[in-house]
């Protein structure tokens, strides 16, 4: 299924500086968001949200960033929103603050390069792990592949 240009995934990507979503989420950022982006993302996107409130439409494009290895101003989306629900990005939600400034766009970038080189070692890993198996997969494919009948001749080749 692809998602126009204005989704909400789109828009996140787009926010975040990505490409794509990553297909590892749990190990390998894609990147970093602000709560100011995300409110301007909830804001444009709240008509067609499940949302009453937009508090709730943030916590929703929130949670459409844990599939795509975004964090949420440095942390885990489900902690982002977690903080949410306790009230910690109140003020900034309800005075609809839409624009990050440029010292917090550092800040939010190094904490994105922090928590990549700290997942980095595990990501590696598991991807040695994926092509270990995947290796060993194959060669208990290639043993059971059927062998042709003693004294049947090998297809000819075609020229």
Same mark, same amino acid.
């Not at 595990?122 to 198996?133: D, H, S």
């Given at each position: 299924?692809?998602?126009?240009?204005?989704?909400?995934?789109?828009?996140?990507?787009?926010?975040?500086?990505?490409?794509?979503?990553?297909?590892?989420? @749990?190990? !390998?950022?894609?990147?970093? =968001?602000?709560? *100011?982006?995300?409110?301007?993302?909830?804001? $444009? #996107?709240? &008509?067609?949200?499940?949302?009453?409130?937009?508090?709730?439409?943030?916590?929703?494009?929130?949670?459409?960033?844990?599939?795509?290895?975004?964090?949420?101003?440095?942390?885990?989306?489900?902690?982002?929103?977690?903080?949410?629900? @306790?009230? !910690?990005?109140?003020?900034? =939600?309800?005075? *609809?603050?839409?624009?990050?400034?440029?010292? $917090? #766009?550092? &800040?939010?970038?190094?904490?994105?390069?922090?928590?990549?080189?700290?997942?980095?070692?595990?990501?590696?890993?598991?991807?040695?792990?994926?092509?270990?198996?995947?290796?060993?997969?194959?060669?208990?494919?290639?043993?059971?592949?059927?062998?042709?009948?003693?004294?049947?001749?090998?297809?000819?080749?075609?020229?």
């Amino acid at each position: 299924m692809k998602s126009g240009p204005n989704s909400t995934s789109r828009m996140i990507l787009k926010e975040a500086g990505a490409e794509k979503g990553s297909g590892y989420a @749990k190990l !390998d950022k894609k990147g970093n =968001i602000s709560i *100011e982006q995300i409110i301007s993302i909830a804001k $444009k #996107k709240m &008509n067609e949200m499940n949302s009453y409130t937009l508090k709730n439409a943030v916590k929703e494009v929130a949670g459409a960033c844990m599939p795509m290895g975004i964090l949420c101003e440095g942390m885990n989306p489900k902690e982002f929103c977690a903080k949410i629900s @306790k009230g !910690d990005y109140d003020e900034e =939600i309800n005075s *609809e603050k839409m624009q990050t400034s440029e010292e $917090k #766009k550092k &800040n939010l970038q190094e904490q994105f390069k922090k928590e990549q080189s700290k997942l980095s070692g595990e990501f590696e890993e598991l991807k040695k792990k994926i092509e270990a198996k995947a290796q060993k997969e194959a060669t208990k494919a290639a043993k059971a592949a059927p062998k042709p009948a003693a004294g049947a001749k090998a297809s000819p080749e075609k020229k």
